[in-house]
């Protein structure tokens, strides 16, 4: 086992350890400190097992006029892409067990993209779960225009650091049921 890997299994357990029931309140609470504009399109996630859970939050961001976004699997070692969705918008189970948008919803490409993640540190790296699709994804939609990846998170699940290589694309900002704290990412 590498080191990256011990340490995703390491970072799954705590976060296990971690999940909060009263999580998605506190979380959604700072909605407005995302101070996002008002034709920002938001693109989240359902949370899957015990991922830091973002619904509420983007249940308040669609009431403030957000339109939403929910991203689907292509194929393996590909980006995301990512459908327009509102909140009664029936969702189908990918093989890997997340839920996805319907195939017939119309593509859109976020402004704003809500990260799920297994660890996080001070520098803005994300350890996600090995697969690279928010990193592909980000390095794609960053070099066609401004693209924010705000990481949702418990505060526990900060560790001292990440390790990455050249193609890890970094977060903006995480939101935990602590607040918002923003990363200052080199150009």
């Known amino acids: ?11 799954a357990e705590r976060r296990c350890r971690l999940a909060d029931p009263g999580f998605a309140e506190r979380v959604a609470s700072y909605a407005g400190a995302l101070a996002l504009g008002p034709s920002t399109l938001v693109s989240g996630y359902v949370a899957f097992r015990d991922e830091a859970d973002p619904a509420l939050l983007m249940q308040i961001l669609a009431a403030r006029g957000h339109a939403l976004a929910l991203p689907a699997i292509t194929a393996k070692g590909e980006a995301l892409r990512f459908h327009r969705w509102q909140q009664d918008d029936a969702l189908a189970p990918h093989p890997y067990g997340v839920l996805e948008p319907h195939v017939s919803a119309e593509i859109v490409f976020p402004d704003v993209l809500l990260v799920p993640l297994l660890a996080f540190d001070a520098s803005g790296h994300r350890l996600g779960y090995g697969g690279g699709y928010y990193d592909r994804t980000l390095e794609k939609l960053r ?3 401004k693209v924010t990846a705000i990481g949702i998170a418990y505060a526990g699940q900060e560790i001292a650091a990440v390790p ?13 049921e602590t607040g918002l704290r923003r990363f200052s990412n080199p150009a």
């Open 1 to 11: 086992m590498n080191a990256k890997t011990t340490l995703r299994k390491a970072a």
């Open 143 to 145: 070099a066609q225009k």
């Open 164 to 176: 990455h290589g050249p193609h890890d694309q970094r977060l903006d900002a995480v939101l935990s």
